[in-house]
């Protein structure tokens, strides 16, 4: 099988593939990165904005196309695509409006007698490791800012998004951008590593695994460079009470089987207080049960859309497994489908033992874990009873009582009575082993700025 290739994952089928980097190809797009730094960071912020916003209209125009292509990629279903692009548009559209006044120059007090300036400037070439569940939402959050104060980009994507991976490059040249400021690069994890290695490269964003990130983290921080680290969650939804349960169950589920599942931040573990869980359990099973596999870039009401890959599938399936080895049942669901493709059931799992493996393991698919609690110290116990820590919300209609808990979340994102709140000027972010730095919003910017001191004496 290519490495890099599209592969329709409702059908299995090769669609088209593509060669794979060579080394001579990694070094010159590092000298082209390197290149056009130099150029591209003399331009003003103005020119660049321009640049930048020009790629948000772009996104905006072929939004049609690039939905198709990553419904096509990955299996996400035609309507979420669309929403993919849109999000997508609008962060950089975000920076392209907002950025040059994030980045504009602080005066500071100073006890030294002169003027004290702290500016943000660009440190030069980033790479970017990206995956396969958002290809268009998650490069838009690393390229943008990065584009719009003046760092160029080396983009590694995920091997199934290849030819969205090619067209994001053709949007950022089409848009403005000199040839070397953003290039796609079909590069194996060993040039990676050369790439990391390299004193042209400033720094490195990953969004992935835990794995992955140990792996990217330590070749950072062996060469001394700069790394943002977007990793994995098994981020908690605490239900302490509401006057409309149903609406809750399926607000849960609506979300937690968005993208079939496949969300760093989704609603992996519902902990629901025990004088509600019943109903709310009735809930997500009825919400579960009687739905068909459907074809993701024509669905229809009561089908699911196929995961990432068969193995994605297979993985998922073989975790809920395992899971009901230990003691935990599946009350809807939980059914791998015959044959290559890559569909799994949207799945109701429940009472998994807290003392097993399936308890600590991020379920990246179609799956609601509900966990019965019976006070409020136990729900907030439960949800910071995790390695992770992305995101995690609380649902009650007494919301002082709901932000008591969400204030005690270890995690970088904490809401109240909404799952996640996302949207282009909201940092994006964990803290445990779910990683560090943020992406989006004002602070996103200055992950990879030189945060630089200038002063005039007087």
Request: glycine share 8%.
């Amino acid at each position: 099988m290519a490495k890099y290739r599209v592969q329709n994952p409702a059908t299995g089928e090769l669609i088209e593939s593509f060669d794979p980097a060579t080394d001579q190809q990694i070094e010159e797009s590092l000298a082209a990165a390197e290149s056009a730094y130099r150029g591209w960071r003399e331009r003003s912020v103005q020119e660049r904005a321009a640049v930048i916003k020009r790629a948000a209209e772009i996104f905006e125009e072929r939004k049609d196309e690039l939905a198709k292509l990553i419904a096509l990629e990955m299996g996400k279903t035609y309507a979420e695509s669309v929403d993919e692009v849109e999000f997508a548009a609008s962060i950089i559209d975000y920076y392209a409006v907002h950025g040059p006044s994030l980045i504009t120059d602080r005066e500071i007090p100073s006890t030294v007698p002169g003027k004290a300036v702290i500016e943000q400037l660009p440190i030069g070439a980033l790479l970017g490791v990206m995956p396969w569940n958002f290809p268009y939402y998650q490069v838009a959050r690393f390229a943008a800012p990065n584009l719009l104060l003046g760092n160029t980009i080396i983009l590694k994507h995920a091997d199934i998004c290849a030819r969205s991976a090619l067209t994001v490059q053709e949007i950022f040249e089409q848009a403005g951008a000199p040839v070397g400021a953003y290039q796609n690069s079909f590069a194996s994890h060993d040039q990676i590593a050369t790439m990391i290695a390299d004193p042209r490269v400033q720094g490195v964003s990953l969004t992935g695994s835990e794995r992955a990130g140990a792996i990217i983290g330590a070749q950072a921080g062996t060469h001394l460079k700069k790394a943002v680290l977007e990793l994995g969650g098994i981020d908690p939804m605490v239900v302490l009470d509401s006057s409309d349960v149903a609406a809750v169950a399926k607000a849960a589920w609506d979300f937690r089987t968005y993208n079939v599942g496949q969300v760093c931040n989704s609603n992996k573990r519902l902990i629901v207080m025990e004088d509600i869980y019943n109903e709310f359990v009735a809930e997500l099973v009825k919400l579960a049960t009687g739905l068909t596999p459907g074809d993701q870039l024509n669905m229809q009401e009561g089908q699911y859309a196929p995961m990432s890959s068969r193995a994605a599938a297979e993985t998922v399936d073989a975790q809920v497994r395992q899971a009901v080895s230990e003691g935990a049942r599946v009350l809807a669901g939980g059914v791998l489908s015959e044959g290559p493709g890559a569909y799994y059931a949207p799945t109701v799992l429940v009472d998994v033992p807290v003392d097993g493996p399936a308890y600590r393991e991020e379920i990246f698919g179609p799956v609601a874990t509900v966990y019965k609690v019976s006070s409020d110290a136990e729900a907030l116990a439960l949800a910071n009873d995790c390695a992770l820590g992305l995101g995690g919300s609380v649902f009650s209609d007494d919301e002082a009582r709901a932000a008591a808990i969400a204030s005690k979340l270890e995690v970088g994102m904490a809401h109240v009575n909404t799952i996640a709140a996302e949207s282009a000027e909201l940092p994006f972010g964990g803290v445990k082993r779910s990683g560090f730095g943020r992406e989006m919003g004002p602070i996103g910017i200055g992950e990879f700025a030189n945060q630089r001191l200038y002063f005039v004496a007087k």
